[in-house]
């Protein structure tokens, strides 16, 4: 494998064990837990001049990633826009709000930032093979991801999964199997699979070491692109709190390197329709109950139990943020408010994050100089038919 020279190993956030990133393809050898990329970030001596470095993406942030660009399986993800929004700003009553538009990536969502170094380690490991179970989106960017660096690619996803992500997968070359029911069943038939192919190497939301590691330039690129200053919030639409947890170890880096002085406030936006991060954090738990009958529209966040949760919950607690739900009538209805008052397309998961702030602006949760950035962790038109139709279930 090619890593970068600061790159040390991998961390297992349970037993304290570090591994070599080569003999560590997945969870922790010793214990089965969650491995986390650790740097010697004194040997760096970075500044905020020689933080990022030049060319397109999130590989400008070579120095505190494993890979080089070099070994890098890319598309130029990353880079993507930070909108200014200024009557959403005025109708929460805060002094900003920012929508870091994810859906300008390759495959229209932010799972190209986590799988791009999860392919990447891949091809390091020699695989032959990528697989995981998946909601859609991230489905959608292994197969693309995958075809790139010329492996095979094995999804599983439920026959809730979207048509564009289905199709997508198809059209990139991917095996797809589509199991009858949601996440859960998804993620059992490819376990089962798992057990049976050697071959296969898995890209699966924390078992691969490395999709938050992806994940975490969304938030080096917030800083940057608001000149170093650090947001008083952020929210996010939450599933397997990939992103979150990511973009929370990227604000402790900044801060422990000294570039920064504060962490961002973490929120977790999910739907009433499954929130089991939400009721964990509102009843003072370190870790979740899986929820039993998970129901909602936002297939990206339906994840009834996020393994990471004692990682979310810490993250949320840690940077003074917290969660939130709301329903999908309010989530949808904020994708139509925020495509009409601001123009940005928000796919339906990701407007989760719009309608948890309103829901925060009203708990007086926000100041009213305070910066908001929401992430748009996808397109707005990879969900165009369910908008639309929520539109038309209104006599619009
Ligand atoms: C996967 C997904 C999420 C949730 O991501 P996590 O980091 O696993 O919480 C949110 N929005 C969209 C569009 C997604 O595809
Ligand atoms: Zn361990």
């Known amino acids: 494998m090619e890593t970068t020279a600061a790159f040390v190993g991998l961390t297992c956030v349970d037993c304290g064990e570090t591994f070599d990133a080569a003999e560590a393809p997945g969870r922790c050898p010793d214990c089965g837990g969650i491995l986390d990329p650790d740097y010697d970030y004194d040997a760096l001596d970075l500044t905020r001049e020689t933080f990022s470095g ?74 032959t093979d990528v697989a995981l179970a998946t909601a859609g989106n991230a489905g959608q960017a292994a197969s693309a991801y995958a075809a790139r660096a010329g492996l095979d690619s094995h999804v599983f996803v439920p026959s809730r999964a979207s048509f564009i992500n289905k199709a997508m997968i198809n059209v990139h070359g991917g095996e797809m199997t589509v199991v009858e029911g949601r996440i859960g069943d998804a993620g059992a038939a490819y376990e089962d699979a798992f057990a049976e192919h050697d071959d296969w190497h898995s890209v699966k939301t924390f078992v691969t070491p490395y999709r938050h590691e992806g994940k975490k ?108 739900a709301t329903s999908d009538e309010e989530i949808l209805d904020s994708a139509v408010t925020v495509a009409q008052h601001e123009g940005v397309e928000m796919g339906v998961t990701c407007s989760a994050a719009a309608s948890g702030a309103w829901e925060l602006s009203e708990r007086g949760d926000f100041g009213e100089d305070d910066t908001v950035v929401l992430l748009n962790t996808g397109a707005g038109s990879k969900d165009a038919d369910v908008i639309r139709s929520h539109l038309m279930s209104k006599g619009i």
């Open 217 to 324: 330039t969304m938030l080096y690129e917030i800083i940057e692109q608001m000149d170093w200053e650090v947001p008083d919030h952020v929210v996010y639409p939450t599933g397997g709190g990939v992103g979150l947890v990511g973009m929370h170890k990227a604000a402790t880096e900044l801060r422990d390197l000294g570039l920064t002085d504060d962490l961002p406030a973490m929120w977790a936006a999910q739907s009433e329709g499954c929130a089991p991060v939400v009721k964990a954090f509102d009843e003072g738990k370190e870790v979740h109950e899986a929820w039993e009958v998970p129901d909602t529209i936002c297939g990206g966040i339906e994840i009834p139990d996020p393994g990471a949760s004692p990682l979310i919950l810490e993250a949320l607690r840690e940077s003074g943020g917290g969660a939130v």
């Open 54 to 127: 030049d060319g397109p993406g999130l590989w400008r942030y070579e120095q505190l990633m494993p890979f080089t660009r070099e070994a890098a399986v890319t598309m130029d993800e990353g880079s993507t826009p930070l909108v200014e929004a200024p009557r959403l700003a005025e109708e929460l009553g805060v002094g900003r709000v920012l929508i870091k538009d994810e859906g300008r990536n390759p495959t229209g969502t932010f799972k190209d930032r986590g799988q791009a170094l999860a392919v990447t380690a891949a091809v390091g490991h020699d695989a």
